[in-house]
């Protein structure tokens, strides 16, 4: 167990829906990534926040969209939802803003399946 | 940019065998390099890195990692494979560029371990 946790854990709905993703971060760290995982894509970063602002942005589409919380959980909201973004999503955390030898902690993902 | 190549996207290997998982990489500076496993339905879990150092680092459940320079390589390795070893393997790079050095993920060697 990592200690991050995402909800749901499954998620089905249609397209043109919109839906919200959840992360809670290990405790005490204040960086939070999103990543998309899908079989033809691999696993893509989409974007960071530390410490309730955005850092860094990745392969994220304009119909998705984060924010972090001041207690540091996070939610990624997905919009207009096509066929195509059926995935899975996973937050990971980190203590650091950059730490570059640190390894991030990856939650269970929850997987989005828009029919 | 820098980007990471896992040139088999499938291992087989019978248990007792020694495993090599492959990944080489591109990176403008020094690279931070890691390991990360996936079993089914579940996160990514961190294995090992390479950050400076010895150039065979030891990582989790036997694990250990060979960093060459000259050829840009970073193989994943373990002397005596188990059935439970099988899973997604992932190498991944920390990305220089931008403030969040982000880590960039290879696209993965699904490793089968045979009884």
């Known amino acids: 167990d990592s200690g991050v946790t995402q909800t749901p854990k499954h998620l089905i709905t249609a397209t043109g829906q919109r839906v919200t993703l959840r992360c809670s971060p290990r405790?005490?760290?204040?960086?939070v990534y999103w990543y998309q995982q899908s079989l033809d894509q691999g696993l893509q970063f989409l974007i960071q926040y530390y410490n309730g602002e955005e850092r860094a942005k990745g392969n994220i589409l304009e119909r998705f969209s984060a924010q972090q919380f001041p207690d540091l959980h996070s939610e990624l909201n997905l919009s207009s939802l096509e066929l195509g973004d059926s995935a899975l999503y996973f937050c990971?955390?980190?203590?650091?803003?950059?730490?570059?030898?640190?390894?991030?902690?990856f939650g269970p993902g929850t997987r989005l399946t828009v029919t | 940019a820098q980007s990471v190549a896992q040139p088999e996207d499938q291992v087989n290997v019978a248990e007792g065998n020694p495993l090599t998982v492959k990944c080489t990489y591109s990176?403008?500076?020094?690279?931070?390099l890691f390991w990360y496993v996936q079993y089914p339905n579940r996160g990514l879990q961190f294995l090992l890195k390479y950050i400076t150092g010895d150039n065979l680092v030891k990582g989790s459940y036997g694990f250990e990692a060979e960093f060459n320079k000259s050829q840009t390589s970073f193989h994943l390795k373990k002397p005596s494979a188990l059935v439970s070893d099988s899973a997604l393997y992932f190498c991944a790079v920390r990305d220089l560029s931008g403030s969040a050095r982000q880590l960039t993920f290879g696209s993965g060697t699904q490793l089968t371990v045979l009884p």
């Open positions: 990176v403008s500076g020094n690279p931070y």
């Open positions: 990971a955390s980190s203590p650091y803003l950059t730490g570059l030898g640190n390894e991030q902690y």
């Open positions: 405790s005490g760290d204040l960086s």
